[in-house]
Each structure stands twice: as C-alpha cells, then as structure tokens.
C-alpha cells in the first residue's frame, strides 16, 4: 500500500465520510489544477484530487450531523444552578468566501434551567457546525441557539477567538491578529454581572 493510500485511509477512519452526490470532487479538482497550469498526471499530484475529496467531505461533514440527534440522550435534570463553562474548545472551519480554513477556540458556557447537557457534547456540537462552510459569525451563533433551543437554559454564552487564513495569507490581516465574536442570550445578555463573570472566567484562559 503506497503512503498515500495510507494516508486517505487513515482519514476516513476518523469520521465515516458519507458520500453527499455522486458528483466526483476530484474529476472538478483534476480540471482545477490543469486550469493553473498543473499536470495533475504527475507523480506528486496523481492521487491528489481524490485526498481533496477525502478530506474535504471530512472537513464539511458537520452536514450530515443534526443538532438534535447530537444533543438527544445526553441531557439531565438537575438542581444544579450556577454557571457552566467549557472553555478553549479548539476549531477548525472553512470560511464560506474562500474555502480557506479559519481556527481557533471557542468557549461555551450556559446557566441551567432544570436541565444540563453532557459536557462532551459541547466540544462536538461546535465541531458539528465548524464543519460546514461558515462565517465565524454565524457559528457563533449558531451554538448558541442550538444549546438555547434544545436545553432551554437561562442564559448562554459563546465567545469565539479565531485566526483567518484568508486573510493572513493575502497579507490582510496580521499574522497574530485574532478576530472576536460572541453570542449572548438570556441572562448573559441581560445581566452584566453574569457577562462579565464569563469574560473574566474565559480571559485567563490565553
Ligand atoms: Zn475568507
């Protein structure tokens, strides 16, 4: 077995990489490399049209996931009131304009009503929505209304910090800057002390 073959198969053992169409990635990716001028029959490039595939269904297969399933099973009543905070969940997405990955981390936290959710499921839900094509606004967002639809908490909270390749490559943006977005329902909108308690609680974390 040549590395290569290798190397897609071990990719596919990560996530099942569910076939969305029968449309071939790699023929458009076969043509996009002969577009710049590419011979995508030499030896380096042979088998690379099929790796993008592989690893492009993978980083989008938060498709074929649903929050609601993910979330289902893994959710507990308890009497537990205070705050609930996951922090540094690292991320890797694709912003949407570039198809060019954007990462960093993501900090969750929530103020239970009755109901908790399994802990593990934060890190999964905000991979879920990472592997789509995204704006960083958006999957903040996202995580928020999904932790506020299924458990009904009385506040949540979703800070995201994350570096853009597309704009750090094309030089728009510095190498260390980082861009900032949040989410905050219920009480972590209506109440700065419960705001700033997350702030403070997920500040000590870089
Ligand atoms: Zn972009």
Do not use: W
């Not at 029959?41 to 297969?61: I, M, V, W, Y």
Request: with cysteine.
């Amino acid at each position: 077995m040549s590395d290569d073959r290798k190397q897609v198969e071990e990719l596919s053992l990560t996530e099942p990489g569910d076939a969305v169409s029968s449309v071939s990635i790699a023929d458009h990716m076969r043509k996009i490399l002969q577009s710049i001028g590419e011979d995508p029959n030499r030896d380096g490039l042979r088998r690379t049209p099929e790796r993008f595939e592989k690893a492009f269904r993978f980083l989008t297969s938060g498709y074929q996931q649903d929050p609601e399933k993910l979330l289902n099973g893994a959710m507990f009543s308890v009497s537990y009131d205070q705050m609930v905070l996951v922090k540094d969940i690292e991320f890797y997405s694709l912003c949407e304009h570039h198809l060019l990955p954007f990462f960093g981390k993501c900090h969750v936290a929530y103020i239970p009503d009755k109901k908790v959710v399994g802990l593990s499921k934060i890190p999964r839900l905000v991979n879920m929505f990472a592997r789509r094509l995204q704006i960083q606004e958006r999957l903040t967002n996202q995580i928020a209304n999904a932790i506020q639809a299924k458990i009904a908490p009385l506040g949540v909270g979703v800070v995201v910090e994350g570096r853009h390749l597309c704009m750090v490559m094309r030089g728009v943006e510095k190498e260390s800057s980082q861009t900032v977005t949040s989410a905050m329902l219920g009480s972590f909108k209506d109440n700065p002390k419960t705001r700033e308690e997350f702030l403070s609680l997920i500040r000590g974390s870089k």
